[in-house]
């Protein structure tokens, strides 16, 4: 820690000395109109070797500045694309500032084009709205990460899950050479592929598919960076072999090879350890979606509401028809984990084929301790603990393909195909106890064991033409999703309930066995037609169908003393459930000149038609006959100005049909003190949605500010309504309805250099408001929750040998209960983070990074601080640096654990997970080149 804060003193001193004012130079680009050249790149060589000293983009009037330069011999050199680079000497005042000669730029012979761009590289320049990068004026260790020299570029943060951030925007895709790298996985490329093979980088805002077919703007972006391999990186292969062992037996291992070239791209990753290093963080999981995160518009939903892909939703995690990656927590408890995935991707007379196969693998054993109170109307409260035990080991594959063809200039199909097989097995031992004082108290034992098989398969085609008539477009679409699960399950339990009147309750001992068999079939398909109206004005209609059949037969016995499986008629059902959809809209689109404005209207059907019983073919318990009439208006606008300045504002009315799993009539009660039960009676839930927003982005002096406002509307919101016991405190959750819900989210981030290419900082604003409302013991309630969420980061390159990211944020959440105003909550979550980057002589190397916590609760007297500290140390090796020797320490001060703290609707929580502390590794590393690659200059 000591030599953490004298590195930090040291480089503080150093940057600080090196940020006193000493000249400032200042000048204006033009041709040879004398029309100024703005976002012209600018830069301040040393004479003896050309090596960049400072560099700048001019701005709209053509003038560029240099602040604090060093007096010294200095070349200035101007370029910008399509003129003749100009380069000359500088005479330096001996007393105050430069004002440097008008520089005129000559446009380049086409003859001469090639050439002169090749020698006239800039830092970083625009090439319309794509903000480029060179990546060899960016300087970073041999062996580095994309991640790592993403870190150095002005405008783009990492924050601390490995996020990209880009000119406030998070970056949704990543694509190598034009073309999608895992699905367009963010950190599949930043983690995986060479700096030392990079090129160079383009950021840009990329159309949704809709826009691209209709050749229309929708306001819908994708903030996206393409990655440009060298020359010679195309035509050998690279990649990274690493191994380490450790104490306490741990062990690390992971791999990467790249192949690429003008028609082909082939990458293979894999990773095996025993430390908790999933290589795949809940970010991932999101963008991942079972490697099948394609761009947007590939589902072959039409219309708005984003592309109407949200008319029909399904919930994440593991839910039977989700190709979402089941989420496990694998930064918690103790995990061994492999995976190993394939891209290869083709490219070759208008022929795009994308393909990527994913499969993971882990062993997870969680020890964890949770305490949660729940609040009662009358004031009083009572407390339920759970310490457990758990095992889960799970398997995933993922396949997905997709190929597109340009069948003429008219017309083009695309087909996905994406596949999925899961198997999960879960052992559970737990220990609960419900107290409401040291004389009353509840309390039970379950052992659970689950195994779960799954399956899935979705097929999409998407055929598009364009009529002759410019803006003519018609589009249509077909989708087919398979799924399918078997699951086995063993539940026992001893329950020991204060109060409790009836000694015959089903939930009081329990020895059970539950077989689940599901599967649901969804045919959707979508037709899209837009007709151009004088140039300007674009009428646009669609139609949506979707029809989506489900089927769950659920069967729990109750196991004798003489070990003879009985059926439990209140606990087993076989439901059927079919869900209609039809939507027929249309819209007008005002697009011209940077202003976009889309009113429309839309009429949305649902049907849900479903029936249960005991068993299959058995007496009819339930059926459910409903139909849902909607018109669904939708507004949204943007005006685009210059200086990369933009305006918006929308309005969004949704209607989304209850969620499978809640309408499924009967109980879970896998955890006989917390029962679920389905309700059939559920009805569609509608939210109207507000949002305006501003951002604006500065190339030249890398100044951004995003300004946001998002607010939300509910009726009929599904909640998770309780009935609580009075005498045991047993609670049952029940899906239902309710109206009245709000949230409101606004947003202000400001980033800004603090020396231009040296420090730059990062501020930001997000408090929240939200309003839930749900019943109670049969008495609606209503929470009241703001947020107070501030943070800032600092990006600090002042030297080439020292670099230091940091941050902080604060978040102070109050909780207001409408029926128990004294257990009132304010809930603090503070976190802060480093990561410093030493370079020594002789090719030695250091990182340090540090992560601190802090949990506090002062209603319960919860107050958890969390340090912790990983260095690593190591050198690289021989003539070529292929090799990497490296010393790890994670966890230093051994503190890691999981902590989680929250507030809810009658409730705290408070839960703690035992976590791999401390652990050192010792490792090797192999860049592997297959051609070598030149050193950055």
């Known amino acids: 820690m000591k030599l953490l804060i004298s590195c930090l003193l040291l480089a503080f001193i150093t940057f600080g000395s090196h940020a006193q004012s000493k000249l400032t130079i200042r000048g204006v680009v033009k041709d040879t109109t004398n029309m100024p050249l703005d976002y012209t790149s600018v830069l301040l060589l040393s004479p003896k070797d050309s090596a ?26 101007a370029t910008y694309m399509g003129y003749l680079p100009v380069q000359m000497e500088l005479v330096l005042p001996e007393t105050g500032d430069l004002e440097v000669d008008e520089i005129q730029l000559m446009p380049i012979l086409q003859e001469l084009y090639e050439v002169v761009v090749k020698a006239a590289k800039a830092p970083l320049m625009m090439r319309g709205d794509t903000l480029e990068y060179d990546a060899s004026k960016f300087k970073v260790p041999p062996g580095a990460t994309l991640e790592e020299l993403l870190r150095k570029l002005p405008g783009i943060q990492i924050d601390k899950d490995g996020n990209i951030v880009a000119q406030g925007e998070q970056v949704q895709k990543v694509t190598v050479d034009g073309r999608r790298f895992f699905g367009g996985n963010t ?4 983690q995986n592929l060479n700096a ?43 990649g990274k072999l690493s191994a380490a062992l450790g104490t306490d037996g741990r062990w690390s291992g992971n791999a990467s090879f790249n192949k690429f070239d003008k028609v082909n791209q082939f990458s293979v990753i894999g990773y095996g350890n025993n430390v908790n290093q999933s290589g795949l963080s809940w970010d991932d999981l999101q963008e991942f979606k079972g490697s099948g995160a394609f761009q947007f518009g590939d589902t072959g939903d039409f219309g708005f509401n984003g592309g109407g892909s949200n008319y029909f939703s399904f919930s994440g995690g593991d839910n039977e028809e989700s190709f979402e990656i089941p989420f496990n927590n694998l930064n918690s408890g103790y995990s061994n984990n492999q995976a190993i995935g394939v891209n290869y991707n083709y490219l070759k007379d208008k022929k795009d084929f994308n393909s990527n196969y994913f499969y993971s693998r882990s062993d997870q054993a969680l020890e964890s301790f949770n305490s949660r109170t729940n609040f009662l109307q009358d004031n009083t409260s009572f407390t339920s603990t759970d310490q457990n035990s758990q095992n889960n080991m799970a398997g995933h594959h993922r396949v997905n393909l997709r190929f597109q063809n340009e069948l003429d200039s008219a017309n083009t199909i695309t087909i996905n195909v994406k596949g999925r ?50 803006g003519r477009n018609f589009a249509a679409s077909i989708s087919d999703t398979y799924s399918k699960a078997d699951q086995n399950g063993i539940q ?23 077989q ?13 037609f837009v007709e151009p109206i004088k140039k300007i004005f674009f009428w646009e209609t669609f139609y949506n169908f979707s029809q989506s059949q489900s089927e769950t037969n659920r069967q729990v016995y109750d196991v004798e003393s003489s070990d003879t499986q009985e059926l439990n008629p209140d606990l087993s059902r076989f439901f059927e459930n079919t869900i209609t959809y039809n939507r027929f809209g249309s819209s007008i689109r005002y697009a011209n000149k940077g202003s976009n404005l889309s009113v429309g209207l839309a009429a949305s059907n649902y049907r849900l038609n479903g029936q249960f019983s005991v068993l299959k073919d058995s007496e009819i318990l339930g059926r459910v006959n409903k139909s849902y009439l909607n018109l669904t208006p939708n507004v949204t606008f943007y005006k685009t100005m210059k200086g990369n300045k933009r305006i918006s504002a929308g309005y969004n009315m949704g209607v989304n049909p209850p969620n499978i799993a809640d309408l499924q009539p009967y109980k879970d009660i896998s955890n006989p003190l917390y029962i679920r039960e389905g309700n059939p009676d559920l009805e569609p839930q509608v939210s109207h949605s507000f949002n305006t927003g501003y951002s604006m982005y500065d190339p030249v002096s890398f100044i951004n500010l995003r300004v946001s406002f998002n607010s939300t509307f509910y009726q009929n919101q599904v909640v998770q309504n309780q009935t609580i016991d009075p005498e045991t405190f047993v609670t049952t959750y029940k899906a239902g309805n309710v109206s009245g819900g709000q949230r409101f989210n606004p947003y202000l981030g400001f980033g800004f250099p603090i020396v231009k290419t040296k420090a730059s900082a990062y501020l930001y604003a997000n408090p929240s408001y939200t309003k839930s409302l749900a019943l109670i013991n049969s008495v609606e309630t209503e929470t009241q929750t703001s947020g107070n969420n501030f943070g800032v980061n600092f990006n600090l390159t002042p ?28 809930i603090i979550n503070w976190s802060a983070y480093s990561n410093m980057n030493l370079k020594f002589p002789k090719d030695f190397y250091l990182d340090v990074k540090f992560n601190y ?16 500290l990983n260095a690593f140390v190591y050198k690289l090796l021989g003539k070529a640096k292929k090799w990497e020797v490296r010393l790890s320490a994670y966890d230093v001060f051994k503190q890691n654990q999981t902590i989680s703290q929250y507030a809810g609707q009658n409730y705290v929580s408070t839960g703690r997970i035992e976590t791999l502390s401390r652990y050192f590794l010792l490792g090797v590393t192999y860049n592997m080149r297959g051609i070598e690659v030149k050193k950055r200059r």
Not at 187 to 190: F, N, Q, R, S
Not at 814 to 821: D, G
């Open 187 to 190: 950190k599949m490329a930043t």
């Open 196 to 238: 030392e093979s990079v090129s160079k980088l383009q950021l840009f805002d990329d159309k949704s598919e809709q826009s691209k077919l209709t050749g229309v703007e929708d306001g819908v972006k994708e903030k996206t960076l393409n990655v440009e391999l060298k020359e010679e990186a195309r035509k050998g292969g690279f």
């Open 799 to 826: 030297l080439e040998w020292f670099s230091l990211y940091t941050g902080s944020s604060f978040r102070l959440s109050k909780t207001k209960y409408e029926q128990n105003p004294s257990q009132n909550q304010d």
């Open 52 to 77: 960049l000293v400072a560099y700048t983009l001019t701005k709209e009037n053509g003038a560029y500045q240099f602040k604090n330069v060093e007096r010294q011999p200095l070349l200035i050199k």
């Open 853 to 868: 916590n802090r949990y506090k609760n002062e209603s319960f007297g919860f107050d958890q601080e969390v340090p912790i």
């Open 421 to 470: 097989l899961s198997s999960l097995t879960t052992y559970l031992a737990s220990h609960q106890e419900l107290i409401r004082s040291s004389t009353e108290q509840s309390q039970m034992d379950r052992n659970n064991q689950s195994d779960k098989w799954s399956g899935a398969f979705q097929g999409t085609a998407i055929y598009r033409h364009k009529f002759k008539k410019n």
């Open 492 to 514: 026992k339990s001893v329950v020991d309930l204060m109060n409790s009147t009836d000694p015959n309750t089903y939930f009081r001992n329990l020895d059970q066995l539950n």
């Open 516 to 528: 689940a068999l599901n599967g649901s079939n969804l045919i959707k398909s979508s037709l899209l």
